[in-house]
Structure formats: C-alpha cells, structure tokens
C-alpha cells in the first residue's frame, strides 16, 4: 500500500500556515478558544469545498467518518461537532478569512503575471471591474433585505486578466453602490481598467486619469460633448468612428476638464453598436473594442464562481457565516489555481475540481493523480459555453 500523503494534505501544503496564523491573531480569532481553532475551521470549510457537499452536517459527517485519518489530514482535531462548526461560522470574526485570500490572491497573480491566454500587448496590468449579487431567502437571511421583498449580498470584484484572477475585491449589502468600490481602489500607474456603465462618474474617472492609470468604460446615450477631431477607422472592422472629444455641460466638465476619446463599434455577431470612453489616445481604436470585449471574463467568473464552489447553498444564516463561506470559496478558487499553475497541469479549474472531489482520500501524488485522471461523459459544447475561462 502506497504510504504517501492524503489528496487533501498535498492541497493544504499550498497554502501558507504562518500567514493564516498572522491573519487569525490580527483579529483575535483563537482567543477564549478550547475546541475547534481557526485553522480546523479554515480546513472543515475548504474539505466541504472541495468535496462537493452542501451542508455543514455533510461535512461533520463526513469527517467524523474518517476521525482516525483526520491527523493525517491535517487536522488537530480528533472530532468534529455540528453545534461548534456552526458557531465557529456564526461567531468568528469573517476578516481573518478575508485577509487569507487577499495572501492567496498576491501568490496567484504572480504566478498568472506571464500568462499568454491574454492576447493583448499592453504596458501596464490589465483590469475588468464589476460586481453580482447573490441572491437569499429573505425568511432566512433577514438581514440581506434590499427592497421589493428580496434578499441577497453583493460581490465587488477586481479582476486581473492576466489568468482572470481576482486582484481585490469586497463583499457588502446590495444597497451598497457599485461606485462606492471605485473610492477604494488604488489605481496602478499606467494600468487598464474595463468597467460598464455602472461606474459612470465622471469624478471619479477623473481620479483614475488623475493617477496616470487608463479606463475603458461604455458611454451613456445622454453623453453633452462636443467633436474636436475625428480619427480614420477601419469600417470593415466594425469601427465607426474615433472621436477626441470634450465635454459641454457645465457640471460634468468640471468634474473631468480634460479630453476624451470616444469611440463607436458594432458587433457584428450581435449585431450591436457600443460607445466607449477612454482616457488613452495610443491605442488602436479596434483594441479598445477588444479590451472591452474580455470583460465578460468576469461575467464568467462570478457564473464560474457560483455554480462550481458552494455558494448557491449557504452553510450558516448570519452574515458573518455568508461573508465567510464566501471569503473561504473564493480560496478554494485561488488554492486550485495555485496548484495548477505550480505543478503545471494542463487541465481548466472545472475538470481539476471534479477530480479532486472525489480523492481527496486518496494517496496518489497530486501531480499524478491530475495528469492522469480521465473524465467521463463531459459535453464540450457545454464545457465551452460556461467554462471558457480557459484555466
């Protein structure tokens, strides 16, 4: 019998134990604590994860039927009880999770800083901005009420597409404004970011302009500007028009003074015409169109996110218990790409993930054990369509 390490212990070893003890003492999550610390939590949650259950009984159960390799694991604790998980998720402070994915987060992106999916050459970093929601039973999650009788909390996301990984991102109440995110980002010199329409304010882009960083942000139809010049484009292309423009309201030019460059494209697949905004006059017309076009990488990610890990059936009712089963998702997503990357597996998330789900008891060596592995009966078609992250 093969004497190596669990599925599960190689996959814990990829994510730094000093960084979470600094995370868990920087908001007391251990303090008055006699069963159950931070890290068994932090595990309990991840295994549920990665094993595809859907409830915190699930996973109690699922533990406690193994208790005598829980060691081996990487737990230190010899059992697990419902009532201490569930207060552990209800109680403990969700930051110290949060705090845990930004460190993976940090380790992701400089694994993806030379990832060659994204096609196109720019000198600074890449960014898509956007956020969703995700919805609640308003009878049990009283607290996420948002008006018209539903429930739910809302995810603002950064998201680097060198590897759509995640740069920074918040969890809030969906009342909270989408432009409210924008005040807490510090804009990289000489960085792109691609936002829709939700984040059209004029202070604030002027903020970003005003930190030598560039936005790509579709216009609204109400837009007072005046023409100053006009740039050839390539019609065929599906290029409109280029225009450097300067705004006429009296309101609106004073929160951004500068020009602008307007540009009008229509997809020729979707038969649509759009109207950019961008403080870049270098670029080619057709790649602002194109650096446009990656932000439904984040559309994918957020549908990526909420079908694949376990978010669509929550494992607690407060929003501490939410805010953390979503912060300690979100590693699980980083964890994996992690491991990918690391090891070099030529596979996407989607196919990793459903292979880890179901060894995470065996003893094979990771790397092995994802070469390897074939899957069964996988339409490609639907594949493409949801998965196309292309990880």
């Not at 814990?12 to 604590?33: A, H, P, T």
């Not at 987060?105 to 000198?123: H, P, S, T, V």
């Not at 759009?274 to 080619?284: C, G, P, Q, W």
């Not at 694949?308 to 218990?321: I, K, P, T």
Request: proline share 1%; charged share 25%.
């Amino acid at each position: 019998m093969h004497q190596g390490k669990y599925i599960f212990a190689q996959i814990i070893e990829f994510f730094n134990q000093y960084e979470l003890d600094k995370c868990v003492k920087r908001y007391g999550g251990d303090k008055k604590v006699r069963k159950l610390p931070c890290r068994d939590q932090f595990l309990a949650m991840m295994f549920g994860q990665l094993a595809n259950l859907r409830s915190l009984r699930g996973i109690v159960i699922c533990l406690n039927a193994h208790a005598k390799y829980l060691y081996h694991l990487g737990f230190k604790s010899k059992r697990f009880v419902l009532t201490t998980l569930t207060r552990a998720n209800e109680n403990r402070d969700w930051r110290i999770y949060r705090d845990l994915a930004q460190v993976l987060i940090d380790n992701a992106r400089k694994l993806y800083a030379d990832d060659n999916d994204f096609k196109i050459e720019l000198e600074g970093v890449p960014y898509v901005i956007d956020s969703s929601i995700i919805e609640l039973c308003l009878s049990t999650f009283t607290w996420a009420d948002y008006g018209q009788e539903r429930g739910g909390i809302k995810i603002h996301t950064q998201l680097d597409l060198r590897g759509n990984i995640p740069s920074f991102f918040l969890i809030t109440e969906v009342i909270i404004p989408d432009l409210d995110f924008l005040d807490l980002i510090d804009f990289e010199k000489n960085a792109y970011y691609v936002m829709d329409r939700s984040y059209y304010d004029f202070r604030r882009l002027y903020q970003i302009h005003s930190q030598s960083a560039y936005f790509v942000i579709r216009a609204k139809n109400y837009l007072s500007a005046k023409r100053l010049y006009s740039r050839k484009v390539d019609k065929s292309a599906g290029l409109c028009c280029d225009q450097t423009i300067r705004l006429t309201d009296y309101k609106t030019r004073k929160k951004y003074p500068e020009k602008l460059r307007r540009i009008k494209y229509r997809d020729r697949e979707t038969d649509r015409c759009y109207v950019f905004l961008t403080n870049n006059f270098k670029l080619e017309a057709q790649t602002v169109a194109d650096l446009y076009k990656h932000r439904w990488q984040i559309e994918l990610f957020f549908k990526w996110i909420k079908q694949h890990l376990r978010v669509e059936v929550f494992w607690g009712c407060s929003a501490n218990a939410v805010k953390t089963q979503i912060c300690i998702a979100l590693s699980a997503f980083l964890l994996v790409a992690i491991i990918k990357r690391k090891i070099g597996i030529n596979r996407n998330l989607y196919e990793i993930l459903q292979i880890l789900s179901v060894s995470l008891f065996d003893k094979t060596l990771i790397n092995m054990l994802l070469s390897e592995f074939g899957l069964l009966n996988i339409d490609e078609q639907a594949q493409k369509r949801l998965f196309s992250l292309n990880f």
